[in-house]
């Protein structure tokens, strides 16, 4: 059984949002998303309210609705509806699990207004290409993809 994955590289003037995460003593900077969780009502609501035009959407597209829930809970932030995939990958995790990570992409035309509670994001930074590239808090498959990125963009 795998474990599925949905994250999102928001870019906003050329800089890339990214959460600051602890994994034991070290402190990563990752994009912001999640794991698939199984539909609920809850869900459906967060990802209605996030639609400014109205309009009812396909609920079941669980990868780009975990994402507009995830970075809705994450950040208070309602993703617009244009979204584009990115890349994906498959690795195990430290419990053993196989996961299925897929990374959408969107560019917003306006700096969001982003509020964390300190439960699921203690802070975010906002980095550009060269930093990033330059962390060694931001993992190489992220590095990775967006060289390739930036060669296509």
């Not at 009502?41 to 109205?54: H, K, L, M, P």
Request: proline residues 3%; glycine residues 4%; hydrophobic residues 40%.
């Amino acid at each position: 059984m795998f474990i599925c994955k949905s994250r999102v590289l928001i870019e906003y003037l050329g800089n890339f949002l990214l959460l600051e995460r602890r994994f034991g003593e070290k402190t990563m900077f990752i994009l912001p998303g999640g794991k698939v969780e199984p539909f609920d009502e809850t869900q459906s609501e967060i990802v209605r309210n996030a639609n400014d035009d109205g309009k009812e959407r396909n609920y079941n597209d669980v990868l780009l609705n975990t994402i507009r829930r995830e970075v809705y809970e994450e950040l208070q932030i309602k993703l617009p509806h244009i979204v584009d995939y990115f890349c994906s990958s498959f690795f195990v995790n430290t419990n053993e699990e196989q996961v299925v990570d897929v990374v959408f992409y969107v560019k917003l035309t306006e700096r969001p207004q982003i509020v964390i509670d300190g439960k699921e994001v203690q802070s975010f930074v906002w980095m550009n290409y060269k930093e990033i590239l330059n962390s060694d808090q931001v993992h190489d498959w992220l590095k990775k993809a967006l060289r390739v990125f930036d060669k296509i963009g």
